[in-house]
């Protein structure tokens, strides 16, 4: 079993709507999880880091952290056709140094 | 807060010279850096762990002495590829682990990457 597990997708949503992302994750007593937006051809950006369960929200993004069920999920809202990119899914562990990477979800928004 | 830079941004060798490749953190001291590896269409590959002052840790497969890391200072790590060969060509890729103002010790900031071509 992988330890960060996404969808590879694409994912096509058109303009306007709301895009979903999905992650699970092995490893119960992971404690930071971040999402990082990847254009192709270009490094990872970070969107958004959370921490504790429940909502963030941060413009148009919003993460979503369930550590009971080990998913956490990204909504963007008013999805536009910049934010076509691939979406990877990052979970560190305490006591370890590096990020687990999924192997990232591509999204497609079609004007 | 949070630039981390990389130079060259691309380079193109000959088969059997070494590269150099510079990490950056601009503005904030990293004590961790990461190196990363991504070939077209597939997902990031760690390489290797950098601690500021010591020896790097390699991921399983890396080969320690083809992959030459320094991170000799807080704001500077080098991933040298020795005696490249085509199969090396890739995008290289840095990351830090923030720890000053306007960042976070658990979060890794990107550079933006270095496309390798041995011809």
């Known amino acids: 079993q992988k330890e960060v597990e996404q969808n590879s997708g694409p994912l096509s949503v058109p303009e306007g709507a709301i895009a979903s992302l999905n992650c699970t994750y092995s490893?119960?007593?992971?404690?930071?999880f971040f999402w990082y937006r990847q254009y192709s051809g270009k490094s990872p950006e970070l969107i958004m880091s959370i921490y504790s369960n429940g909502d963030k929200e941060d413009g148009r993004f919003t993460a979503q952290l369930n550590k009971a069920s080990q998913y956490v999920s990204l909504l963007i809202r008013d999805s536009q056709p910049s934010d076509s990119a691939t979406y990877l899914c990052a979970v560190r562990t305490t006591g370890f140094q590096k990020l687990v990477f999924g192997t990232g979800t591509r999204l497609l928004v079609s004007p | 807060g949070a630039v981390v830079s990389q130079h060259p941004s691309r380079v193109i060798c000959k088969s059997g010279t070494s590269v150099k490749i510079e990490c950056r953190s601009l503005d904030f001291q990293a004590t961790t850096m990461f190196w990363y590896r991504q070939f077209p269409k597939q997902s990031l590959m760690l390489m290797a762990t950098?601690?500021?002052?010591?020896?790097?840790?390699?991921e399983q497969g890396v080969e320690k002495d083809k992959f030459l890391i320094n991170h000799a200072s807080l704001t500077l790590s080098t991933l040298t590829v020795t005696s490249a060969h085509p199969e090396d060509s890739s995008f290289y890729i840095c990351?830090?682990?923030?720890?000053?103002?306007?960042?976070?010790?658990?979060?890794?900031?990107f550079g933006p990457g270095t496309r390798l071509t041995v011809l």
């Open positions: 950098s601690n500021e002052g010591s020896k790097a840790t390699y």
């Open positions: 990351s830090a682990r923030g720890g000053g103002e306007g960042t976070r010790t658990d979060t890794q900031y």
């Open positions: 490893d119960r007593v992971s404690q930071s």
